[in-house]
């Protein structure tokens, strides 16, 4: 089992850039299919996108096509670079580990290990 703490997160203003975090503890993170998701308020969670063991990427409609994903296996963590933010990302951002894959899945049934999130607020 993997455990999750994303960090990064804070307020932005629109058309600013945020990079989140997501420190990995256990000995499993190179193993683990990863992923980013987001909730709002009110609004049902979202999936951002998911990377491979090896480091190949996808990405969800919400990720729009401003967010990149990635990770660093020899540092345990996992990163959401994003750009050209709007107040429509105000969020929590969470992290996730998979366990029984290891390729990237949009699919929120196979992340099994969910971080607290980071909170990223946009104003206008």
């Known amino acids: 089992q993997v455990h999750l703490v994303e960090s990064g997160g804070g307020l932005v203003q629109v058309g600013g850039s945020l990079r989140l975090s997501c420190a990995a503890s256990g000995r499993t993170f190179s193993t683990n299919t990863m992923g980013w998701f987001r909730e709002a308020p009110g609004k049902e969670r979202e999936v951002l996108a998911s990377i491979s063991q090896t480091g190949y990427p996808i990405y969800g409609a919400a990720a729009s096509g401003r967010f990149t994903i990635s990770r660093d296996n020899a540092k345990d963590t996992l990163y959401l670079q994003m750009v050209d933010l709007n107040p429509e990302d105000t969020a929590r951002y969470h992290c996730?580990?998979?366990?029984?894959?290891?390729?990237?899945?949009?699919?929120?049934?196979?992340?099994?290990?969910w971080g607290q999130g980071t909170q990223v607020t946009v104003s206008s």
């Open positions: 996730a580990a998979s366990n029984t894959v290891g390729y990237a899945t949009l699919d929120l049934l196979y992340y099994q290990n």
